[in-house]
């Protein structure tokens, strides 16, 4: 018989409806978003707009959207996410298993605490050590964490690093299944090439020009200001950059005036496949990045890539065969990466083949087929 999946996430996300729509296929599945309907229209601070996904999100999969009742709600603080019928909705359904995307939301947490125990408590995070600190507030945080994941009976692991990060609060081998961060490769990697090549000559790049991509939130986290300065004391002869995105720190980049470094304004899901065939090489230079899925995007588009240390999907994704990896905030060392990379536009072409691979193996399917093959068990 078909097991009955219940998924607490906070709002419909790109990365995560797709999975749903496939577990339905293979699973009796309801989703019960907690951040409200308001999230539909919700303002993105890092991006500084309101941000409306092109794809279907809410296509393929049962769902609800639950009353939020908090003061102030969100996904930025603890208490942005309070449903007082959140249990009762869940206990309404009667599912054989609950899955919690991230516990750091009341609502959340106050579910993995009442169904540990009454049914399997199944959770998706993707957290990591990489940033870990030390001291009491370390101390305590680990005593914290180690309770957390207690009401925990199994997670399904993103990566390498998020894997350690579960181990490390308390969670054993046998609770801990790979189920992969992953993206619509079969979208990012369709032909778009024409577009691209449009795209570049709207820029004003030559073909034979080595292009830079920076996609992301204009934040201080990302480091956008970290590719910039490496890029402009390189001065490397035919290699420009492009920044594609907004955030606060977007006057401060465009105030550099340079014919050689670009500027896009945020582009939406269906435009960024185009975007990241027109460059050469993708670079996230960020000081903290849980994952990284903007490298995953740039693999299946067939580019090579860049990133620095403190980017947790460098372990399993990067290497010299499709890109390379940087210390984290080491201008020296990114200017000294930025130039062996560029040196030659064959061999980017030839790691960006490498990245197309490679990224095969880390898919939506794989992911759906993970989770559902033991929930079905």
């Not at 296929?25 to 707009?49: A, C, M, P």
């Not at 740039?298 to 090579?304: H, P, Q, T, V």
């Amino acid at each position: 018989m078909t097991k009955k999946l219940a998924i607490i996430s906070t709002h419909p996300i790109q990365y995560y409806a797709p999975v749903f729509q496939l577990l339905a296929r293979q699973l009796d599945l309801k989703v019960f978003y907690t951040w409200g309907e308001q999230s539909l229209h919700k303002y993105d601070k890092g991006f500084k707009q309101h941000i409306a996904w092109d794809i279907p999100l809410l296509e393929g999969y049962a769902y609800t959207f639950l009353k939020n009742m908090a003061k102030d709600p969100g996904t930025h603080h603890f208490r942005g996410i309070v449903n007082p019928d959140l249990i009762s909705e869940v206990q309404s359904y009667g599912p054989d298993a609950v899955l919690v995307y991230g516990w750091a939301w009341q609502s959340h947490l106050k579910a993995m605490r009442f169904f540990k125990g009454r049914i399997p408590v199944y959770f998706r995070g993707d957290s990591t050590l990489l940033n870990k600190s030390s001291g009491l507030a370390h101390s305590l945080k680990r005593l914290f964490l180690r309770w957390v994941y207690r009401h925990v009976d199994l997670a399904f692991y993103v990566g390498t690093a998020n894997k350690a990060y579960f181990k490390a609060f308390g969670l054993k081998e046998h609770q801990l299944v790979f189920a992969p961060h992953a993206i619509d490769n079969d979208r990012f990697g369709a032909d778009r090439q024409d577009e691209a090549v449009a795209l570049r000559t709207k820029l004003g790049i030559a073909a034979s020009d080595v292009l830079i991509l920076f996609a992301g939130k204009l934040e201080p986290i990302k480091n956008p200001q970290l590719l910039l300065t490496a890029f402009k004391e390189l001065a490397l002869e035919n290699v420009q950059l492009l920044f594609v995105g907004n955030g606060v720190l977007e006057s401060t980049l465009k105030a550099s005036k340079n014919s050689n470094i670009h500027f896009l304004d945020f582009q939406n899901q269906t435009m960024m496949p185009v975007v990241y065939q027109a460059c050469d090489l993708c670079c996230l230079p960020s000081q903290n990045e849980s994952w990284g899925l903007a490298i995953n995007e740039a693999m299946a588009a067939g580019r090579a890539v860049l990133a620095s240390s403190q980017v947790s999907c460098g372990i399993d994704l990067i290497s010299q065969e499709n890109g390379a990896i940087f210390k984290c905030n080491d201008l020296i060392d990114l200017k000294q990466k930025l130039i062996a990379l560029t040196s030659k536009k064959e061999c980017l072409q030839q790691m960006g083949e490498n990245s197309s691979k490679k990224i095969t193996h880390w898919s939506f399917q794989k992911q759906a087929k993970a989770i559902s093959s033991y929930v079905n068990r």
